[in-house]
Every structure is written in C-alpha cells, then in structure tokens.
C-alpha cells in the first residue's frame, strides 16, 4: 500500500504565486523526508530535504514544513515561476536509506 | 562530472520475453538503487546494492533481479515480461559513505514496452 500520500494530484498556481503540496506518512519510522522534482524526459532530483528533528527548512524559494505529531509534511515554493512548471514527488525513508517510499506526484504548472 | 547513464532509453519488448538494463553511476558512487515509475502507481522502489550486494528490496516478485559490479555499475534483469512491467524504469546512484547527504542522483531512465 501507498506508504506516503501526496496531495493535490494536480496544481496551478499563476506567476508569483505560493505553491503548497502537502504529505503524509502513517510509519514512525521514517526519518529522511526528501522532495523531488521531474522534467518531462529526465530523471527526478533532489529539491530539498528535512530530517524530523527540524520543523521547517528554507533553501531560497522553497521551503519544507515537518509536523512529526500529525506526521505531514509539506512543500511550499514562494513566489512560483513558470520554470517550476513540473512533477514534484514527496518521500520518505527509514534509516535514512535509500529505499524511499515515493508519494504519486503532483503536477505543478505555473500561468505566466 | 559525468551523470547517471541509462541504457538502452528506449526498448520495446514482446511478453514472455526477458530484458537487462544497464546503470553506469557517477564516478565515484558505491552505491545503486532502482525504480519502477508508471503512471499508475508512480515510483516505486526495486532494489539497491552497494558493494556487489543487495542491502534492500522492494516488493515486486521474483522476476526482477539486479546485480552490481565490482566497478559500482548495475543491471536488472526482467524475465517473463508481462503486459504491466511497460514502465519507465530509473537508476540512481549515491555516494555512500561519511559524506553522503542522502541524496539520490537518477539517470533519465529506460522506457520498457512490453506488447
């Protein structure tokens, strides 16, 4: 079964916007919460990345929120470009492995 | 610095029939996972070797298996394909070690049809 949920499948949001896709996980232990992006054509990578000892982090536009309690976490991107137009995909490991356990993805786009 | 190579990108595939994909990772990676993505059902974790060895896998039945190399590079294999293994299936490599971040570098993928 779907480790990790994802919503909204799909989000647009116009230029300038906030973009949020939200998460959540039902195993405790998951201690690795990375977000990736995809390009139609290439292969995800690495947006950021939250460890569950922190409640948020900010790397320039986007930001994750982690609530270990409600165990959710979520993804913003602050001020949307049309360039952020793609598939963004939440995940969550255990021993901060390599197995990640993939949300379904929510495809973004961003009207000029 | 070279990325993640994939090949072959594209193949197409009859049922019954086996297939093997290759992942070269960047130099320097030790460690190799694989991922199943369809529409369907998304990404899905297959397996990960680091070392020649399998640490992890997910669940998918016996008909898919990997190996790693002694040079860190990987292949998967597929035997009796089937209608629903027509995936795009992803490569990834990490660093595996004292500076490890955790994050996984995929190749573009191989897009598997099976007819």
């Known amino acids: 079964q779907q480790q990790v949920k994802q919503s909204p499948q799909s989000l647009i949001v116009q230029k300038g916007g906030i973009s949020i896709i939200n998460c959540a996980y039902e195993n405790t232990a998951f201690d690795y919460f990375p977000w990736y992006q995809q390009f139609p054509g290439k292969g995800p990578a690495l947006l950021i990345a939250i460890r569950p000892d922190v409640s948020e982090k900010k790397e320039g536009r986007f930001t994750i929120s982690f609530n270990k309690s409600a165990k959710q976490f979520s993804l913003h991107i602050m001020d949307s470009q049309p360039g952020d137009s793609a598939t963004y995909f939440c995940?969550?490991?255990?021993?901060?492995?390599?197995?990640?356990?993939f949300g379904k993805g929510t495809s973004l786009l961003v009207t000029p | 610095k070279a990325g993640v190579t994939q090949t072959p990108r594209y193949l197409i595939k009859t049922r019954g029939q086996q297939v093997t994909l290759s992942c070269s990772p960047i130099?320097?990676?030790?460690?190799v996972s694989w991922y199943q993505q369809t529409p369907g059902q998304g990404l899905q974790f297959l397996f990960e070797?680091?070392?020649?060895?399998?640490?992890n896998k997910g669940n998918f039945p016996g008909r898919f298996s990997g190996r790693q190399f002694s040079n860190s590079r990987s292949e998967m294999n597929v035997s009796t394909l089937e209608l629903g293994d027509s995936a795009l299936y992803l490569c990834a490599s990490s660093l595996f070690g004292p500076r490890d971040t955790g994050e996984l570098f995929f190749g573009e993928g191989s897009r598997l049809t099976v007819l």
């Open positions: 070797y680091f070392s020649e060895t399998q640490r």
């Open positions: 995940a969550a490991s255990k021993d901060s492995g390599y197995a990640l356990n």
């Open positions: 130099s320097g990676h030790r460690s």
